[in-house]
């Protein structure tokens, strides 16, 4: 009998709340707690909540399912964890109600950015801090975001990942959430939507960890959650698009170097030797030039809290952090930062950031609506479906130009002995292009 690991791989789900690692692997593995979460923390989006208010149920139960199987294998006690804002009552209810029946808990998490970065969650809910350059599974831990749990359940039932739940919001007369076939270009999606203004951009994955874009031709992939219509000169926009340039320029004139960024950092508040102040003495006077203050840099996760947050100035080291990763990994410098036993900074409980505070801070109040799900089947002529769309080999397309494919039907496979993921066609339709990167089909809209 397959187990839950590999169904999830014949159905190709990856981590859908972040970079795409493949699923099947962190369900094979050996750990003694298994977090589902469910924090959604990033401003803007609600997509999550959506599942969770409507799918609580299933996640509870395969949640279950995935425990039973690891400790079945492992032969021990493994927990499972529900991770839930609290402001989300009426999703922490319907967890509550199905938590005691399938033998898991929920964690109410408070209502603060960052409460779904990994390393955050796993110490609310376990105590144990994941150490520096590591991953949950370093302290005996799994985290499976609540959509990736949905699309557990439903491989479970046989069912390919083939859609992607979406927020669509911003400056738009219908924002909504729905499922978006993948590899549906954003033109066949921004129009529909009623936009309110003629000089936009479109933010993908929200307004902390997420991007401007105005390509038109990008699809929604497996990993995207949002994309959010904002005028080209709101000053958000404008600070996400500050070149490179200008932020050194900006900083050598006015870094004060007084450490809000380190105070709020979540990694060093964790006890990573994480100190963004440090780097911006680095690039502002020539000094703490110790290449542990460099290197230091592959501990940034990107959260944006101190530049976005933070800073009373408006500079950004996690810009110069993630250049100098860029010029590490271009050297062939790997992360030598691996401290195991962290002491965490005793100002860290009061110094996660409330997420209202946040989306005024960055100006999006406007924008921050909890968007009605709409049901309907996302009308889409064709779709260009990538191969890569997650952590590791990029996946063998599997059908030939101008073959006849189904929704649900396998076009992309994991290379043989690799890391990797599966892809199925999310239309069906007639396989029009194909490449190292991508598979093209056309269908027949409904
Ligand atoms: S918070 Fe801003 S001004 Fe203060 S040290 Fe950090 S980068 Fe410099
Ligand atoms: S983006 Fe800033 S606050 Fe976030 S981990 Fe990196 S240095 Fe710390």
Same mark, same amino acid.
């Given at each position: 009998?397959?187990?839950?690991?590999?169904?999830?791989?014949?159905?190709?789900?990856?981590?859908?709340?972040?970079?795409?690692?493949?699923? *099947?692997?962190?369900?094979?593995?050996?750990?003694?707690?298994?977090?589902?979460?469910?924090?959604?923390?990033?401003?803007?989006?609600?997509?999550?909540? *959506?599942?969770?208010?409507?799918?609580?149920?299933?996640?509870?139960?395969?949640?279950?399912?995935?425990?039973?199987?690891?400790?079945?294998?492992?032969?021990?006690?493994?927990?499972?964890?529900?991770?839930?804002?609290?402001?989300?009552?009426?999703?922490? %209810?319907? !967890?509550?109600?199905?938590?005691? %029946?399938?033998?898991?808990?929920?964690?109410?998490?408070?209502?603060?950015?960052?409460?779904?970065?990994?390393?955050?969650?796993?110490?609310?809910?376990?105590?144990?801090?994941?150490?520096?350059?590591?991953?949950?599974?370093?302290?005996?831990?799994?985290?499976?975001?609540?959509?990736?749990?949905?699309?557990?359940?439903?491989?479970?039932?046989?069912?390919?990942?083939?859609?992607?739940?979406?927020?669509?919001?911003?400056?738009?007369?219908?924002?909504?959430?729905?499922?978006?076939?993948? &590899?549906?270009? !954003?033109?066949?999606?921004?129009?529909?939507?009623?936009?309110?203004?003629?000089?936009?951009?479109?933010?993908?994955?929200?307004?902390?960890?997420?991007?401007?874009?105005?390509?038109?031709?990008?699809?929604?992939?497996?990993?995207?959650?949002?994309?959010?219509?904002?005028?080209?000169?709101?000053?958000?926009?404008?600070?996400?698009?500050?070149?490179?340039?200008?932020?050194?320029?900006?900083?050598?004139?006015?870094?004060?170097?007084?450490?809000?960024?380190?105070?709020?950092?979540?990694?060093?508040?964790? &006890?990573?030797?994480?100190?963004? *102040?440090?780097?911006?003495?680095?690039?502002?006077?020539?000094?703490?030039?110790?290449?542990?203050?460099?290197?230091?840099?592959?501990?940034?996760?990107?959260?944006?809290?101190?530049?976005?947050?933070?800073?009373?100035?408006?500079?950004?080291? =996690?810009?110069?952090?993630?250049?100098?990763?860029? =010029?590490?990994?271009?050297?062939?410098?790997?992360?030598?930062?691996?401290?195991?036993?962290?002491?965490?900074?005793?100002?860290?409980?009061?110094?996660?950031?409330?997420?209202?505070?946040?989306?005024?801070?960055?100006?999006?109040?406007?924008?921050?609506? %909890?968007?009605?799900?709409?049901?309907?089947?996302?009308?889409?002529?064709?779709?260009?479906?990538?191969?890569?769309?997650?952590?590791?080999?990029?996946?063998?397309?599997?059908?030939?130009?101008?073959? %006849?494919?189904?929704?649900?039907?396998?076009?992309?496979?994991?290379?043989?002995?690799?890391?990797?993921?599966?892809?199925?066609?999310?239309?069906?339709?007639?396989?029009?292009?194909?490449?190292?990167?991508?598979?093209?089909?056309?269908?027949?809209?409904?």
């Amino acid at each position: 009998m397959p187990t839950v690991a590999d169904l999830a791989r014949q159905a190709g789900v990856i981590g859908a709340g972040g970079a795409g690692f493949p699923t *099947h692997i962190k369900l094979a593995s050996a750990v003694n707690t298994v977090i589902v979460n469910g924090a959604e923390c990033e401003p803007l989006m609600c997509g999550d909540l *959506h599942l969770m208010e409507t799918r609580a149920g299933d996640i509870v139960a395969t949640l279950r399912k995935i425990v039973d199987e690891i400790s079945g294998r492992t032969g021990s006690e493994v927990k499972g964890v529900i991770g839930v804002k609290q402001k989300y009552d009426h999703a922490v %209810k319907s !967890f509550r109600d199905q938590a005691g %029946k399938h033998g898991v808990s929920v964690l109410e998490l408070d209502n603060v950015y960052p409460a779904g970065d990994e390393h955050y969650l796993v110490f609310e809910a376990t105590g144990r801090a994941v150490p520096e350059g590591g991953i949950p599974l370093d302290v005996g831990v799994v985290v499976i975001n609540v959509g990736t749990m949905v699309n557990i359940a439903e491989a479970v039932n046989g069912k390919p990942v083939t859609e992607r739940i979406v927020t669509l919001g911003g400056a738009m007369d219908n924002p909504k959430v729905a499922f978006i076939p993948v &590899g549906t270009a !954003f033109g066949e999606i921004i129009p529909r939507l009623g936009v309110k203004i003629d000089d936009y951009v479109i933010l993908v994955n929200g307004p902390m960890m997420g991007r401007v874009t105005e390509d038109m031709n990008e699809v929604v992939t497996k990993t995207t959650g949002g994309l959010f219509v904002l005028p080209k000169d709101h000053s958000h926009v404008m600070r996400m698009a500050r070149p490179l340039s200008t932020e050194i320029r900006i900083g050598k004139s006015a870094c004060e170097v007084c450490r809000y960024c380190t105070d709020f950092c979540p990694r060093y508040l964790l &006890g990573h030797r994480l100190e963004p *102040h440090k780097i911006m003495r680095v690039i502002n006077y020539d000094r703490d030039l110790d290449s542990d203050t460099i290197t230091s840099a592959w501990l940034c996760c990107e959260c944006g809290l101190c530049d976005l947050w933070a800073c009373p100035m408006f500079l950004s080291p =996690r810009v110069i952090y993630r250049e100098f990763k860029r =010029r590490m990994r271009e050297a062939g410098i790997k992360n030598p930062h691996r401290r195991a036993d962290l002491t965490q900074d005793s100002y860290r409980p009061f110094r996660g950031v409330p997420a209202d505070k946040l989306m005024r801070r960055l100006g999006l109040s406007e924008y921050d609506v %909890k968007a009605p799900f709409d049901p309907a089947p996302w009308p889409v002529s064709s779709v260009r479906i990538p191969l890569n769309q997650h952590i590791g080999a990029t996946a063998l397309p599997v059908v030939k130009q101008g073959e %006849k494919v189904t929704k649900g039907q396998l076009i992309g496979e994991i290379p043989e002995g690799k890391l990797g993921a599966r892809y199925h066609a999310s239309i069906s339709g007639v396989v029009t292009a194909i490449s190292t990167s991508h598979i093209g089909i056309s269908g027949q809209v409904k």
